[in-house]
Nanobody, 123 residues
Framework: QVQLVESGGGLVQAGGSLRLSCAAS????????MGWFRQAPGKEREFVAA????????YYADSVKGRFTISRDNAKNTVYLQMNSLKPEDTAVYSC????????????????WGQGTQVSVSA
């Protein structure tokens, strides 16, 4: 059983930056592909980014490509999401998720989820 805990959210002005962290415990972190998802009020959860088990491959939603960077440190059992040039439309609860084997786009392919961290971007 894998437990995930996100941190790093907050309130930032448009154009600013935040770095989210997701600390994992209870499993062999390097055997899990990791993803970040977000959910804004009244909207469905959407894919943000994913990273392979080794960190050698990454995948981004078009809406964040070039602004967000996903990375991981397997020695620290942590995955990160560096968010730059933030926009008001990035406001959402951001959650990390873990799945065995390969990266995935759809939330229902991930077995383990954190509780999420709020990111709010003011205009």
């Amino acid at each position: 059983q894998v437990q995930l805990v996100e941190s790093g959210g907050g309130l930032v002005q448009a154009g600013g930056s935040l770095r989210l962290s997701c600390a994992a415990s209870g499993g062999t972190f390097s055997t899990y592909a990791m993803g970040w998802f977000r959910q804004a009020p009244g909207k469905e959860r959407e894919f943000v980014a994913a990273i392979s088990r080794s960190g050698g491959s990454t995948y981004y939603a078009d809406s964040v490509k070039g602004r967000f960077t996903i990375s991981r440190d397997n020695a620290k059992n942590t995955v990160y999401l560096q968010m730059n040039s933030l926009k008001p439309e990035d406001t959402a609860v951001y959650s990390c998720a873990a799945k065995k084997s390969l990266m995935a786009y759809y939330p229902n392919e991930y077995a383990y989820w954190g509780q999420g961290t709020q990111v709010s971007v003011s205009a």
